[in-house]
């Protein structure tokens, strides 16, 4: 009776955090890819057409890359058109939770779930906190991909459902390679279905090529892993902080020693291998912590840890605390804070990590459109505020592939600098505007004396400065 009592109150607890996560993660849109990916979006719903061609920035124009987000951006688009921001907000809940709902279902200890999992995502923030993303979905189909996995343990045909996640994920984002690597462990792991593995290796292959790009996406994850070095570039693609990597060499030396420990638990193999893929990763880029403290989470608790009912009682206790703690959070904090950033707009522009220049573009909006030399981070927010003109740099970008064989954004830094060459680089674009933030680089050179270079100073404020060519009137 008391094992069931605490199984009803623990799966009432579980409700309520999934819940108060919802809350918790009713944040913000401010993601600085969000303008183009809501732009794609569009252009799915009105045209039928993918952004497979670069019709956004006049630097690698009509570039045929193969971002794979179609599925993302089709939902994306009309959670805006019908609820605007809040919308954007209300899908980066629904993700969120749903992604959790599935790391809950698995069984295990869901009271130190419950405790564990806020752990997990505060170590993971450096994804989360932009709010709705194309990574997100990877999220979901991560989660979705564990709970298969675990139950195909009771019943192997739900191995078989796995092709399906991996279309859905090679349609949604770049990550999808991820999913294939869980499936090449989980396939090792069981090597008496090696067979059956294999097949359905090779069937999730050729899910992922269902898409509008076809083999190209691998091109294009080809071309952001290895071709070109974002890690000297981008700061989400560079390592974590030593006191990160001390944090998930710690995990990862407490995983191994859970494992070997209760080695006879189910799926072991299957959770080292991937507990040292995720740690490795983790340390290249610190966009792939949340899949390593995430999974370390889902493997803490999966294992069969035998308690006393004192220390049941403690873990529930303290659960309940964490589950008070996010409801306080998040419903009394996050949720009002989002709201009023989400209905008032220079709020809205000022609630990420970079704050965009809303009354700079407002000027421009009023001017003749033309080609803007942009500051990288503003890049899809002109592209969606600003659709008559055309930006130079965009989130989109940094792994295509120039002529040269540089990197769009190493262009960029080369002239927003500036280094030698920056201003045949305006002219060879035919640039009208630059539009970058005030005492930069590029503007220590121009304020003094624009008109020197050929430009002139038509607007200032705090967050951002417009010159105009003066040789495009």
């Not at 971002?67 to 980066?92: C, R, V």
């Not at 462990?185 to 509008?212: D, E, M």
């Not at 121009?446 to 270079?453: I, S, T």
Request: charged letters at 15%.
């Amino acid at each position: 009776m008391a094992n069931h009592f605490s199984s009803r109150y623990q799966n009432k607890l579980t409700l309520s955090i999934l819940v108060f996560l919802g809350c918790l993660f009713f944040l913000p849109p401010t993601d600085p890819d969000l303008g183009w990916q809501l732009r794609c979006g569009e252009q799915i719903w009105q045209t039928g057409k993918v952004c497979s061609v670069n019709t956004f920035s006049v630097l690698l124009p009509d570039y045929a890359s193969a971002y794979t987000a179609t599925l993302y951006q089709g939902i994306l688009y009309p959670f805006y058109k019908i609820l605007g921001l809040n919308g954007l907000s209300l899908l980066n809940s629904l993700i969120v939770s749903a992604s959790f709902y599935f790391l809950f279902k698995i069984n295990g200890q869901k009271n130190l779930r419950i405790i564990f999992l806020p752990l997990a995502i505060f170590l993971s923030w450096t994804v989360f906190g932009f709010g709705i993303r194309s990574q997100l979905t990877s999220l979901l189909y991560f989660c979705l991909l564990l709970w298969l996995f675990e139950k195909s343990q009771e019943n192997y045909k739900c191995f078989y459902y796995t092709p399906l996640v991996l279309f859905l994920w090679a349609n949604s984002h770049g990550s999808f390679i991820i999913g294939l690597i869980m499936i090449a462990a989980f396939g090792v792991s069981k090597l008496k279905y090696f067979v059956r593995s294999a097949v359905v290796g090779i069937i999730s292959i050729i899910a992922t090529l269902i898409n509008p790009y076809g083999v190209r996406i691998y091109t294009e994850a080809w071309n952001h892993l290895y071709r070109v070095k974002l890690n000297t570039l981008i700061a989400e693609w560079v390592p974590p902080l030593p006191l990160y990597q001390l944090v998930v060499y710690l995990f990862l030396f407490l995983g191994i020693y859970l494992l070997f420990k209760y080695k006879k638990q189910s799926l072991s193999l299957f959770k080292l291998l991937l507990l040292i893929s995720f740690a490795y990763l983790a340390l290249k880029a610190r966009r792939n912590l949340s899949y390593f403290f995430i999974f370390s989470a889902y493997l803490t608790t999966t294992i069969p840890y035998q308690l006393t009912m004192r220390k049941e009682k403690l873990l529930n206790s303290l659960a309940l605390l964490v589950g008070i703690f996010i409801f306080t959070y998040g419903f009394f904090y996050q949720f009002p804070k989002t709201l009023m950033a989400n209905h008032n707009w220079a709020s809205f522009c000022r609630a990420g990590q970079v704050e965009y220049p809303y009354r700079a573009v407002e000027f421009l909006r009023q001017q003749t459109p033309g080609n803007i030399f942009n500051r990288y981070e503003w890049g899809g927010y002109l592209i969606w505020q600003l659709p008559k003109n055309k930006v130079f740099v965009d989130g989109r970008m940094p792994a295509w592939i120039t002529p040269s064989g540089k990197s769009p954004y190493t262009i960029f830094l080369e002239t927003y600098l500036p280094s030698p060459g920056w201003q045949e680089t305006l002219k060879q674009y035919n640039i009208s505007w630059i539009l970058i933030n005030p005492y930069g680089y590029l503007d220590a050179v121009l304020e003094p004396d624009p008109g020197k270079y050929g430009w002139q100073e038509v607007y200032r404020d705090p967050v951002a400065v417009v010159y105009k060519n003066i040789n495009n009137q």
